[in-house]
C-alpha cells in the first residue's frame, strides 16, 4: 500500500519542533499576563475507514473542512497545527480560567460533530479530543504536549468525546507515575505473571491466575500502587484489555496437550463506569479463538455491592451472550446480604485469604470457611480458596469440600516463560505428595 506524504491532503503535517516552538511562545505570553493556557489534540476517529472506503480526494475534503471548522474557533490560525494524517492540534492562550477550556472542549466537539456534506454524502464524524490545561505553576512545553496526548489517549478508551488533564491537579510524583504508565501503554511495557490454581480432587492444575505486573527504571512498582492510579484515571481500560488480551494469547499458545487449562484476570471495578468491558471480551475471544467458558473474570464483592444491578447486567450479558465464567472475589469482605447475593450472576465463589490462613488454628475460622462453601454447593457454584500455605492446609480444605486451591504453597506467582517447566516439575511434585495419579 501507498503511504500518504505530509501534503497529500493540502495542509502540511507540521512537524514537533514547529509545534513546540509556537507553543513555548504561547505559554510565555500566557504567564506574563497571568493568564492559562490549553492544548488540545484532536482526532477523526472514523477518518481511516473514510479513506479507505471513498478514496483520497474524498479523505482530502474531509480534512480540509475539519481545519476550516477549527479555524473558526481559533483565536488565529497560526495556533492550529495539523499533527498525523487524521490527527490536529489547537492551542488556546490566553485564557481567563481553566474552566473555559471545558466550554472550547464542548464547541470543538460539537462543531466537529455537525454533518459534512462532502459530495453526495452526509456524514457524522466522532471526534476525540484530549485536553491539557496549564496550573498556578509554570508548565514547559514538553509536559504540556504529553498530557495533552495522554488525554487524548483516555478519550479513546472513553465513552466521552473529551477528557481533560489539568496540570496542578497531581503531586509530581503521581503525575510522573501517570506519564510513565501511559508511555507504557503505548509500548505494551508491561508482563503477565501466572499463579496456578489446583483441583483438590486430582491434584491437577486446572487454571491460572493472570497478573499484570509493571518493571519501571529497573524495578517492579507494586501492582496495588500502579492499578490504584490507573482507576483514578481511564488507563484502567487500556490496562484491562493488554491483560485480557495476553491471558488468552498465552492460553491460545499452549500446546496441544494443555489445551484443557483456564485463566481468570481480574476486573476492576472502574471497568463497570463505561460500556467497553463487553466489547473488550468479545473482541479478544475472537482474536485468539479460544473457548469462552475458558475464561474467567474475577469481579470483586464489593464491586458488586456498589451497584448490584448494573454489575449483575453485565455479567449476565458475559455470561449468557459470551460464554465466559465469572468469579465472585474476596467473598466475605463485601458484607453482601443472602438477599443481594442470590441476585449476582456468578459461576464461582473465591474465599478470601484473611479466613483461610486460620483455618488450621482458629475454630471460628474453620466454621465459617465451611459456611462459605456449603452456601456455594448449594446455590451450584465452584469454591476456590486462596491463602493455601501448606501441605496440611491443602488437605484440610479438600476434606471441607472445597474445589480449587489457590497460594504460595502451591506457587507464587511466576513469568509465563516459568510455566511450562512449573508444569512438569512443582505440578508433578504436588500430586505425587497428594499421591494422586494424573489423568492422561
Known amino acids: 500500500m501507498t503511504s500518504l506524504a505530509a501534503s497529500d491532503f493540502g495542509i502540511d503535517i507540521t512537524s514537533q519542533r514547529d509545534l513546540l516552538a509556537t507553543l513555548e511562545r504561547h505559554i510565555k505570553q500566557s504567564i506574563a499576563h497571568q493568564r492559562y493556557i490549553a492544548l488540545v489534540t484532536c482526532q477523526i476517529h472514523e477518518f481511516r475507514e473514510l479513506k479507505v472506503a471513498h478514496g483520497y480526494n474524498f479523505a482530502n475534503q474531509v480534512i480540509r473542512e475539519t481545519y476550516e471548522r477549527l479555524e473558526d474557533i481559533a483565536r488565529e490560525s497560526s495556533c492550529i497545527f495539523r499533527t498525523g494524517p487524521c490527527e490536529f492540534a489547537l492551542i488556546l492562550p490566553f485564557l481567563a480560567s481553566p474552566s473555559i477550556a471545558e466550554i472550547a472542549a464542548n464547541k470543538i466537539c460539537n462543531t466537529l460533530r455537525e454533518v459534512y456534506a462532502i459530495d453526495s454524502h452526509s456524514l457524522h464524524l466522532e471526534p476525540k479530543l484530549g485536553v491539557a490545561v496549564s496550573g498556578e505553576e509554570a508548565i514547559d512545553t514538553g509536559s504540556l504536549a504529553l ?14 468525546f473529551f477528557v481533560i488533564n489539568h496540570c496542578d491537579t497531581l503531586s509530581q510524583q503521581d503525575e510522573d507515575l501517570d506519564s510513565a504508565m501511559w508511555k507504557a501503554v503505548e509500548s505494551s511495557d508491561f508482563e503477565l505473571f501466572l499463579q496456578p490454581q489446583l483441583c483438590l480432587k486430582s491434584a491437577n492444575c486446572i487454571s491460572f491466575e493472570s497478573l499484570i505486573r509493571w518493571q519501571h527504571e529497573g524495578a517492579y512498582i507494586s501492582p496495588e500502587k500502579f492499578i490504584t492510579r490507573a482507576e483514578k ?22 500446546p496441544s496437550k494443555l489445551k484443557k487449562l483456564g485463566t481468570s484476570v481480574n476486573i476492576s471495578g472502574a471497568c463497570f463506569s463505561q460500556d467497553v468491558l463487553v466489547s473488550q471480551v468479545a ?67 473465591k474465599i ?22 456449603d452456601l456455594a454447593k448449594g446455590t451450584g457454584l465452584e469454591t476456590v480458596v486462596e491463602g493455601v500455605e501448606s ?7 479438600s476434606k471441607m469440600g472445597a474445589d480449587i486451591g489457590q497460594g504460595y ?14 508444569l512438569e ?4 511434585s504436588l500430586r505425587a505428595m497428594l499421591k494422586i495419579t494424573p489423568y492422561n
Open 391 to 397: 501441605l496440611e492446609m491443602l488437605r484440610e480444605l
Open 283 to 349: 473482541s479478544a475471544i475472537e482474536i485468539w479463538g479460544v473457548e469462552p467458558s475458558k475464561l474467567t473474570l474475577e469481579v470483586t464483592e464489593t464491586v458488586f455491592m456498589e451497584d448490584l444491578s448494573r454489575t449483575h447486567d453485565i455479567c449476565a450479558e458475559l455470561r449468557d451472550n459470551i460464554g465466559v465464567k465469572i468469579s465472585i472475589d474476596d467473598f466475605g469482605t463485601g458484607f453482601s446480604t443472602f438477599e443481594s447475593f442470590k441476585h449476582i450472576s456468578a459461576d464461582e465463589l
Open 147 to 160: 498530557l495533552s496526548e495522554e488525554a487524548l489517549l483516555k478519550a479513546k478508551y472513553s465513552a466521552d
Open 352 to 373: 478470601d485469604k484473611s479466613f483461610v490462613q486460620g483455618i488450621m488454628t482458629d475454630p471460628q475460622d474453620k466454621h465459617i470457611v465451611q459456611c462459605m462453601i
Open 425 to 428: 516439575t512443582k505440578a508433578r
Open 409 to 422: 504453597f502451591i506457587a507464587k506467582p511466576f513469568s509465563e516463560h516459568h510455566q511450562q517447566n512449573w
Open 233 to 254: 484515571t481511564e488507563l484502567i481500560h487500556p490496562l484491562t484489555k493488554w491483560t485480557i488480551n495476553n491471558a488468552l494469547r498465552q492460553l491460545a499458545n499452549l
